[in-house]
Each structure stands twice: as structure tokens, then as C-alpha cells.
Nanobody, 121 residues
């Protein structure tokens, strides 16, 4: 099992930026992903990064605005979010798993507690 702790959420105006962090401890993992859930909606995929080679995958709604990265020395993952929009408002979760940069929740076996991101218009 991997323990994950997210941080970096908050309130920001539309057009602003935030950087989410996900500190991981425990066993090694291949893929770190970010998902989000807005009130009244299902959790959706945002971004994923495969450790070997650094391949990334993004949801169309965030492509070009969000960047996923990882500091291997610190076992910490990041989600840099730029040009934020009100529709990005959600609880953001990081997760880890073995499958290559998967977009599917079921491929992730450890989850963080979530961090709230609120974008005001």
C-alpha cells in the first residue's frame, strides 16, 4: 500500500494558477494519476504520468493548461494548473497504480484524501 497526502488546493480567481502536490510513501509505483470530483458529478480523470519514460496523458478539458510531473527524489507528484476556469472547481485526488498512465479509476489502488480547488469567476 502507498500512503498519499495531497496539498496545495485553495481559492483562486479565474485565469489564475495553483500547484497541487501529492507526497507518496510506502512501496514504489508506476503511475501517478490525478482525478477530480465536482459536487453532484462522478469522479473524472484529469492527468496521469507513467514513471518509466515519463509518458503523460491528459483529459481533453485540461490539455494545454495542466501539467503533471514528479520529483523522483522526493517521491512527490505535482499537478500544475494554469488558466484555471470556474468549471475546474472540484475536489482533486491523487492516486497511484501499476497500469501505464491509465485513465480508469479501477487501475489505481491507493488514493489520497483529496484537496479542494475553487475557482471564482
Amino acid at each position: 500500500q502507498v500512503q498519499l497526502v495531497e496539498s496545495g488546493g485553495g481559492l483562486v480567481q479565474a485565469g489564475g494558477s495553483l500547484r497541487l502536490s501529492c507526497a507518496a510513501s510506502g512501496r514504489t509505483f508506476s503511475t501517478m494519476g490525478w482525478f477530480r470530483q465536482a459536487p453532484g458529478t462522478e469522479r473524472e480523470f484529469v492527468a496521469a504520468r507513467y514513471s518509466r519514460g515519463g509518458s503523460t496523458r491528459y483529459a481533453d478539458s485540461v490539455k494545454g493548461r495542466f501539467t503533471i510531473s514528479r520529483d523522483n527524489n522526493k517521491s512527490t507528484g505535482y499537478l500544475q494548473m494554469n488558466s484555471l476556469k470556474p468549471e475546474d472547481t472540484a475536489v482533486y485526488y491523487c492516486a497511484v497504480g501499476a497500469r501505464f498512465a491509465s485513465t480508469q479509476e479501477g487501475d489505481y489502488d491507493s488514493w489520497g484524501q483529496g484537496t479542494q480547488v475553487t475557482v471564482s469567476s
